[in-house]
């Protein structure tokens, strides 16, 4: 449940339950005071009328006793009956038009020594305060008079429905107030849960505008400085990652141009051998063209290989589906894969892209593709295989064929090493580097019967 709508339902029950606890407390002090008040008078009626009818009764003058009672219960509001009883305590005059009830005599039983008794009734006509007093003393006849308690049920009634109305009143208008106020206050508090969010999803140096002078806005603000200095940390991770990267290329460079530099020398030192030779007999046989062509197109494969790495001196980071490049690289190789009978199964699992250079990383699976094909010139099986490990990308590349000898496999990534007449020999050790700067690894495994590579590459390299 939203914060703004639990803190207005508190405030509409709070006013609520205070509206019926105040209607009950004001309802049970009316009561009370009001049956005090009724009984007051109605003793202080009693009274009178039993000192007017003292004498008839000793005198056993029916009429005058019927008389007055008649007369008093005219002239009083909310006497239900009255009847007195004579000195041997049988019923003497009543008030009961249509006959008195055959038990009237135990309703308000005035025990002995006792000269006055009230008793709340419970009838058919509703609630009924029986007031018995003694005529004389603490002698037989007594006089009663039944008050109805009508008039404290109907105020009753209009007490009631007036707490009913207004806490239905207050409870809508606190509701109204609460409901707006609640959101007026926890505004901010949302504002600020969807700056939290945004910053969890990395969107920092963006800010969030709370003009509030309290405690929220104090947050709004230590947020907001959080936020742009999270800015800044980032770009200068940055920074320092594409410094690192730059750094790690240079010696990979380095490396290179050494092994380059010496791979020249060879196909130079022939040209140069043959330069001699025609300064001494000018006559270049076809054979002698084609040994300098060949030393020529050598050196030309070396040097585009070396540019290709070297050109590329900023990496371009972007979202890459390593997935989507491993079916690009399959294609690109559709001819070797086809003319040398090879099956490409490939088992690729759903993977999130790697922020990585998309090229590079299409090289560097090229030249695993390509080392797998050569190493089948007579057909096999080429398995390739991804998975997601937690945050890395797995690639394996399974293929058939001859083994990797044990004495060559601390050399196959160095640069220009190669069992092939017509390689450089280039091919591992650029996947070595460009694995290397994703923060990745290679490793592989072979056997009579296959050999594997695996590149192992964070999500966020
Ligand atoms: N999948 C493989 N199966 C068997 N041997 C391999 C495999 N991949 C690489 N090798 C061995 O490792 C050596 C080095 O490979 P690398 O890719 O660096 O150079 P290359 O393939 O010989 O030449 P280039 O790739 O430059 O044309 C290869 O000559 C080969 O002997
Ligand atoms: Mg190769």
Avoid: C
Avoid at 148 to 167: A, H, M, W, Y
Avoid at 311 to 335: A, G, P
């Amino acid at each position: 449940m939203k914060l703004w709508l639990k803190i207005a339902l508190l405030n509409v029950s709070i006013v609520a339950g205070l509206g019926i606890l105040i209607g009950l407390a004001i309802r049970d002090t009316v009561i009370s005071s009001m049956r005090a008040e009724l009984t007051k008078q109605g003793l202080s009626v009693a009274r009178n009328l039993s000192d007017r009818i003292a004498n008839f009764i000793l005198l056993d003058d029916f009429y005058k006793t019927q008389e007055a009672i008649d007369d008093v219960q005219k002239t009083e509001k909310d006497i239900e009956y009255i009847f007195a009883t004579e000195k041997n305590g049988f019923l003497f005059a009543h008030t009961f038009r249509n006959g008195y009830p055959p038990d009237i005599l135990r309703w308000n039983f005035i025990a002995l020594k006792k000269v006055q008794s009230i008793q709340l009734l419970d009838t058919e006509r509703g609630f009924i305060r029986d007031i018995g007093v003694k005529v004389f003393g603490d002698m037989n006849p007594e006089l009663h008079i039944g008050i109805r308690e009508e008039g404290i049920t109907q105020t009753l009634r209009k007490l009631r429905n007036l707490v009913i109305t207004s806490t239905i009143i207050a409870t809508l208008i606190s509701s109204v107030l609460s409901f707006s106020l609640s959101r007026i206050i926890t505004k901010p508090l949302y504002k600020l849960m969807k700056f939290t969010h945004s910053l969890s999803r990395g969107e920092f140096g963006r800010k969030i505008e709370i003009k509030a002078k309290d405690e929220v806005g104090e947050l709004s603000d230590t947020f907001n400085n959080l936020s742009h200095e999270l800015k800044l940390y980032r770009e200068k991770m940055e920074d320092s990652y594409k410094q690192m990267l730059r750094t790690e290329k240079l010696t990979a460079l380095g490396r290179l141009s050494a092994g380059l530099a010496h791979e020249i020398r060879n196909p130079l030192t022939s040209i140069k051998v043959l330069f001699q030779t025609f300064r001494d007999n000018p006559a270049l046989t076809k054979e002698d063209m084609r040994v300098v062509l060949s030393a020529v197109e050598q050196m030309d494969d070396l040097l585009t290989r070396f540019l290709r790495f070297a050109r590329r001196d900023d990496f371009n980071l972007s979202e890459v589906y390593v997935n989507s490049l491993i079916k690009q690289v399959v294609n690109l190789t559709h001819f070797q894969i086809k003319n040398q009978s090879i099956d490409v199964s490939l088992n690729l699992s759903k993977l999130p892209p790697v922020k990585a250079d998309r090229a590079l990383i299409q090289q560097a699976l090229l030249n695993l593709v390509l080392n797998a094909i050569e190493a089948m010139p007579h057909g096999g099986v080429l398995k390739i295989f991804s998975k997601l490990d937690h945050d890395r990308i797995i690639v394996n590349f399974k293929n058939t064929g001859a083994a990797i000898p044990e004495e060559i496999k601390d050399k196959i990534f160095d640069p220009f090493f190669t069992t092939k007449g017509d390689g450089t020999g280039l091919g591992l050790s650029i996947v070595y580097n460009i694995i290397n700067l994703h923060h990745g690894n290679i490793s592989f495994e072979s056997n009579e019967k296959e050999t594997s590579f695996t590149l192992n590459i964070p999500i966020n390299a």
